[in-house]
Structure formats: C-alpha cells, structure tokens
C-alpha cells in the first residue's frame, strides 16, 4: 500500500537524519533464505495468527512474516548494529540468548552457524512463538521456560550471552549481570532501554570521603525506579538506568572489556561487554565511525 511505503520511506529517513541506524528492509529477512522444507503458505499464517500477538518479526518461509510492515522491528535494527562486531561465522560459540521472546536472535545465531544455542523465556506465549519459529526453520535451538531470576540453575556456560530488551524488565538488574557473568566465558550484549545523557540533567546526593562527605551534584550513574506501567503501559518494566550506570554494572559483575556506547535511538543503548582481554567479539567495531556513539 502506498501509504505504508511513504510511512516507511519517512522512518527511514528520520532515522538516517537523526544519525540512528536504519533497520534492513522489510524484505531482507525474505531475501536471507528460504527455510529447508518450507512449509505452505497458508497453514504458516494460520499458525502465526493463532499464537498473535507477536513482538518480533521473524520470517517463517514461503513469504510469511510473523508480523508484517509496518510493525516495528526493533530487533532487526540492534542485530544490525551489532553485525561489525560479530564474526561472520559463530561456528564453535555457544550462545545463551535471555528472554529469547520469539527467538529471533536464537535462530540469527544458529543460521550464522553457532555451535549450541539456548534461548530462556518465561512467558509461555512467546515460548509458543519460539518452538513454531524454531520449527519452520528446522533449527537445532534449545528453548527454556526460564527467566533471569533461574539463571543460576542453568549448569553450563556459554561463550556469548544475548541480553537484548532485558534489563529494565528486571526486579534485580545487577544480580541478573552477576548470574551472567558467572555462566559467560567471553561476552555478554546488551541492548536496552536508558536514560539519555542531558547536560543540564543532574541528582543532587551525599558523596566523597568519610572527611568530606557532602551534598554533590552529579549528572551520571544512576537508575530510575519504574513502579507501575508509566513506560510503555506495560507493568513488567521495572529499572531505567543510564548509560553510566549500564556500564558501571557491567563491571561489577566481572566484565572488564567495554565496547563503545551505541545508540539506536536517544534512549535504546546497544553495548558489548567482555571477560576476556581478547573476545571472539569485535568490542572495538561497535558503533564506529558512526553518528551512533556520541552521547
Ligand atoms: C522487549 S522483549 C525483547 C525480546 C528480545 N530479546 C529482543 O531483543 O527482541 C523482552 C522479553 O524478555 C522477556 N522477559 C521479561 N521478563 C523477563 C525475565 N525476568 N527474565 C527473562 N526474560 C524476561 C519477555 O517475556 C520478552 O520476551
């Protein structure tokens, strides 16, 4: 319809003046491939309406997308941002992806060759979504119905860990990084919800030493405390930190290695953060000579 081309050619071109990445076409997951054994078209659209609604968009084969444009995409946008910093092959990585949602970064990693993948999500509508994904695709990809809070019964450990639209739906933000860090060897990404940097933007707190412990201002490191459905309407949103405060845990939990912030919009921040002093990961190619990275 020419009125959702227009819609999208706007996006697209807001998004390009702004600086932000662009998210591939509605067509590229299309173009990517077909599934082994497609299945037909019109049982695939039966059986993605009956699980609706969805969050992501994941191609199902025979011209089938589980949500058509112009639904938003977010996903397609972070792995696009992400891409410089991936090698062009996983084979040999275990990827571990939390709250996998319908398992579209999952099935990206398995396709992209990875040697293991689990996806861990809690709620049984998007496990749903999963399984059918996982199924149209004939993909060798584990699902769990577990959430950060059971990351530490998971007894494996994984060489990258996917943490995508996860942090602010947590209770316990930094606990859930620890559990990460315990069962990552190499890296963890985080795209997430933040609070953008403003110049004028300060708390006013006591800080300093035991002898000169004042009230300071400062303008970074915190996090705000989201108690009912004021973002977005949706009760399951519970911490906003910003970008200071993103990395700073991060570092709590033991990742010692920082990519670059990158911003997919003045409030999603995209990070790779690493254990390892040499990471299968490409930490400094994230965000690079791109409008992305200022703050
Ligand atoms: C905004 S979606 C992001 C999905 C996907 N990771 C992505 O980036 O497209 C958030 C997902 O996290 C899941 N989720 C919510 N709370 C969670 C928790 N405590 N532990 C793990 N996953 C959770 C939700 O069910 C949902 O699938």
């Known amino acids: 319809m020419i009125s959702d081309r227009l819609e999208r050619l706007r996006s697209r071109l807001e998004r390009r003046i702004a600086g932000y990445p662009v998210p591939p076409s509605a067509d590229a997951q299309r173009r990517a491939g077909e599934p082994p054994r497609p299945r037909p078209a019109g049982e695939l659209r039966a059986r993605a309406d009956g699980l609706a609604p969805w969050y ?18 977010h996903h397609e946008t972070v792995w696009a941002a992400l891409e410089p910093a991936l090698p062009a092959d996983l084979r040999g990585l275990s990827v571990l992806d939390v709250g996998a949602n319908a398992g579209w970064f999952s099935l990206r990693a398995k396709r992209r060759g990875a040697r293991r993948v689990v996806g861990l999500e809690p709620d049984p509508r998007y496990l749903a979504q999963a399984e059918l994904c996982r199924e149209a695709w004939d993909a060798d990809v584990e699902y769990r119905a577990l959430g950060a809070d059971d990351l530490g019964s998971i007894e494996e450990s994984f060489d990258v860990v996917l943490a995508t639209g996860l942090l602010y739906h947590l209770r316990h933000p930094l606990l859930a990084l620890e559990r990460i860090a315990d069962l990552c060897r190499d890296a963890v990404v985080v795209e997430t919800e933040v609070v953008p940097a403003r110049r004028r933007q300060r708390i006013r707190m006591r800080l ?44 709590a939990a033991g990742f010692r290695h920082l990519s670059r912030p990158c911003y997919l919009e003045a409030t999603r921040l995209l990070l790779v953060a690493s254990k390892a002093e040499r990471s299968a990961l490409d930490l400094d190619a994230l965000g690079r000579a791109s409008a992305t990275s200022r703050g």
């Not at 992501?56 to 639904?71: A, D, F, I």
Request: proline content about 8%; glycine content about 12%.
């Open 56 to 73: 992501q968009r994941v191609y199902l084969g025979s011209g089938v997308h589980t949500l058509e444009w112009p639904h938003a995409a």
């Open 208 to 251: 300093g030493p035991p002898d000169r412990l004042r009230i300071r201002s400062v303008g970074a490191g915190f996090m705000k405390f989201v108690e009912g459905d004021e973002l977005n309407g949706d009760p399951s949103n519970w911490w906003v930190p910003d970008t200071e405060c993103v990395r700073g845990m991060l570092r």
